[in-house]
């Protein structure tokens, strides 16, 4: 029986180094660390999700054409306002 849960505790202390270890690899280093202030909002990616999401509502019928026109031209607006860029679109 002792030697079942010694046979136990070292298969869980192994599992769990290997699921571990990507964390202390240092590959991960530059996914974990993050700038002072920073919570892990992007607005640029947000507005270009939304972008994205609103070709797909339109795509499948869940909006109707002119709530899509008014809706990407307010989207673009916003998106070159915030980076000076325009989106590539009309």
Known sequence: MTLM???SLILFLLAGTVMAWPLFHPA???FLDHPEGWDGFNEQDAL???????????????????AYQ???RAYHFAYQRFTGKPTGGR
């Open 70 to 72: 008014a809706r990407k």
């Open 5 to 7: 849960w010694l046979v």
């Open 48 to 66: 270009l999700e939304a972008m994205s999401e609103l070709d797909l509502d339109r795509a499948t019928g869940k909006i109707s054409e002119e």
């Open 28 to 30: 991960a280093k530059p």
